[in-house]
């Protein structure tokens, strides 16, 4: 089993900055492929950023591609999501997501609000 845990969401201004970081426990942490998603109220729950498990190739959703960075600490098992330049449209529940071929573990998410 691996539990997740999401930390440093909150309420930003619109061209603010947050750092969210996933906290893993449980299996080796390097062996899972890690992502990030995110869920507006109303909309499906979508793809934000992803990193490999070495964490030589990141992939982003076509909005936060250039914004968003994502990063990961095997040594410490952490993922974050470095989102500078926020806007109200980035408004949403954001979850970590660690993944590999027989294994699916997300976090419970966290609570990210941008006012205009």
């Known amino acids: 089993q691996v539990q997740l845990v999401e930390s440093g969401g909150g309420l930003v201004q619109a061209g603010g900055s947050l750092r969210l970081s996933c906290a893993a426990s449980?299996?080796?942490?390097?062996?899972?492929?890690l992502g990030w998603f995110r869920q507006a109220p109303g909309k499906e729950r979508e793809f934000v950023g992803g990193?490999?498990?070495?964490?030589?190739?990141?992939y982003y959703e076509d909005s936060v591609k250039g914004r968003f960075t994502i990063s990961r600490d095997n040594a410490k098992s952490t993922v974050d999501l470095q989102m500078p330049s926020l806007a109200p449209a980035d408004a949403a529940v954001y979850y970590c997501?660690?993944?590999?071929?027989?294994?699916?573990?997300w976090g419970q998410g966290i609570q990210v609000t941008v006012s205009s």
């Open positions: 997501r660690a993944y590999s071929w027989n294994y699916d573990y």
């Open positions: 449980g299996r080796t942490f390097s062996s899972y492929g």
């Open positions: 990193i490999s498990r070495n964490g030589d190739n990141m």
